[in-house]
């Protein structure tokens, strides 16, 4: 098993908030992401070949912190900027703020703290990091625009999963790419457990709930459970709301949908239709950011769910989805699906120069390919892939980053 750490798509990550930081003062960092994915440990690859002094502190323990916990830790990281800037010390010290958002007024006295460095010539580089996605971006928008850089960190992909733990794309494809929970898939039931309780509930319940404005926290998390369940499937809000058996609107609906998108668990994508205003509109595609959520919520385990071939079908389907959505999450790419009467694509993916249309199947199928040459007629994709069957291997596609597969 390698060490996660050497991964060289993590490593490329650390290495450019590395050479970020290695510049001369201009913005905050903020590392952004889901929990689990890596975040902590990247920012604390990079201090441990900081070759100058650092600081770092988290927000994320049971008191509460405020600001001036907060301007607390600045100045104790202001201590160290050395006097003269010509000192050969001076190589710029680093403060790294963890749980950042648990910070009552965090953005504001941020604000104000950077500013008065700026103001003072003060050589203190900031990196914070974020789970809660609305507080944070409320955050940064609202009090911090224009002073602010983010590296966003996205879910293991099946080459990483496979070179730190050595994962087939069978178990990939049903444990998906957190790798906390890795060393316990020989116990599925264990490894259920851990995903449940240490990953869905803490995010749902401390990086949502405690975090966001939620009128009924019961319905958002059936809704969760709902995009596990109907992963791959399209849902109108309406029939959604029949589902969770509740009297809310589709207003509400909508609203936690992107709560839990920013969250990194479920998203809805939008229908292709080349019109903002009719994209808005459409029925979305639930769609998990990782499987291992479908699979842990599902409740099916490894061996039951592989023999189901329609669950099997979904849950390859998924995969590729959460593949993109891990991209679009980045800033790769633009994600959506597309169907007009009977004619479907899975995925169609927009970039700067790019428009593919991308079709998923799990066995065998003919050469034609109905639903992406309607889409090619519509639309004018700049390629279209098949995934599966007779198309692209799955585990090939997996493993490339979505930005090669959209260059033409």
């Known amino acids: 098993m390698s060490n996660p750490e050497t991964l060289p798509y993590r490593r490329t990550m650390a ?39 650092s600081v770092y502190v988290s927000a994320d323990e049971p008191s509460l912190r405020d600001a001036s916990w907060l301007r607390a830790q600045w100045e104790r990281a202001r201590l160290l900027v050395p006097a003269d800037a010509s000192d050969s010390a001076a190589r710029g010290v680093v403060l790294v703020i963890d749980e950042v958002q648990k910070v009552r007024g965090w953005s504001e006295t941020a604000k104000r ?15 914070l990091l974020g789970s809660a996605p609305l507080p944070m971006q409320q955050g940064l928008t609202e009090s911090l625009a224009g002073r602010f850089e983010v590296l966003r960190v996205p879910h293991w992909s099946l080459r990483e999963m496979q070179s730190a733990f050595d994962f087939s794309l ?72 029949g589902q969770l058996q509740d009297a809310g609107n589709t207003t509400t609906l909508a609203h936690y949908l992107e709560l839990l998108a920013g969250a990194g668990m479920v998203r809805g994508l939008p229908k292709y239709s080349g019109q903002a205003v009719r994209q808005r509109a459409s029925s979305p595609k639930l769609q998990v950011f990782d499987t291992a959520l479908m699979s842990a919520v599902t409740g099916l385990g490894p061996r ?47 970039a700067p120069g790019a428009l593919v249309a991308i079709e998923v199947k799990s066995g065998r199928a003919g050469s034609r390919m109905p639903g992406l040459e309607a889409f090619d007629r519509a639309h004018g994709a700049t390629k279209l892939l098949q995934v599966g069957g007779d198309g692209i291997p799955l585990a090939d596609f997996l493993s490339m980053p979505v930005p090669d597969w959209l260059r033409t």
């Open 15 to 53: 290495d450019d908030l590395a050479r970020r930081l290695g510049e001369p003062r201009r913005f905050l960092n903020v590392v952004a992401g889901p929990r689990q994915v890596g975040k902590t440990t990247l920012v604390r690859q990079v201090l441990a070949d900081w070759p100058g002094p």
């Open 170 to 241: 069978d178990q990939f494809l049903y444990f998906g790419g957190y790798p906390g929970a890795a060393p316990l898939i020989a116990d599925p039931v264990r490894w259920r457990r851990y995903i449940l309780d240490s990953l869905i509930e803490t995010t749902i319940g401390r990086d949502v709930l405690l975090m966001t404005q939620v009128n009924k926290p019961a319905l958002l998390r059936r809704l969760f459970d709902l995009g596990c369940h109907y992963s791959g499937q399209i849902l109108s809000y309406t029939k959604m709301l």
């Open 304 to 350: 039951a769910a592989n023999a189901d071939r329609a669950y099997w079908g979904r849950l390859t389907e998924s995969a590729v989805g959460a593949h993109l959505a891990n991209a679009a999450f980045e800033g790769s790419c633009e994600l959506y699906y597309w169907r007009e009467r009977s004619q479907e694509v899975d995925f169609v993916v927009r």
């Open 113 to 127: 703290l950077w500013d008065e460095d700026g103001r003072e010539g003060r050589d203190l580089r900031v990196v």
